[in-house]
């Protein structure tokens, strides 16, 4: 069998050897097989997905959504830039200067 590679996979194949990550050339074959045969044997690290149709996963997107709890819509105060950071910044507002004041927040 002839396979014939992209110059940039070319390239790749030669720094995988200078980085001892395979011998030679012909051993691209085996370790794109690895690579193959691991995906097939856990698809999506382990995890697999059903297949859903469009009305099950609208179904089931709304299930998830209304198992939030009902909370309040934030107060525009909260929203505000020196409510939104951790730290202040001391008269940059007021035109002084522009010093910066770190606090920790727990």
Do not use: C, H
């Amino acid at each position: 069998m002839t396979i014939q590679l992209k110059p940039e996979q070319e390239q790749i194949v030669g720094q995988a050897i200078q980085a001892g990550l395979i011998a030679n050339a012909d051993d691209i074959l085996d370790v794109g097989i690895d690579a193959i045969r691991q995906r097939l044997k856990s698809p999506r690290n382990g995890v697999t997905t059903p297949v859903l149709s469009a009305e099950e996963w609208e179904r089931e997107f709304d299930t998830w959504i209304e198992s939030f709890p009902d909370t309040a819509p934030l107060p525009d105060e909260a929203l505000r830039r020196q409510n939104l950071y951790p730290y202040s910044r001391k008269g940059f507002d007021e035109g002084g200067s522009y010093e910066w004041t770190i606090s920790r927040v727990d």
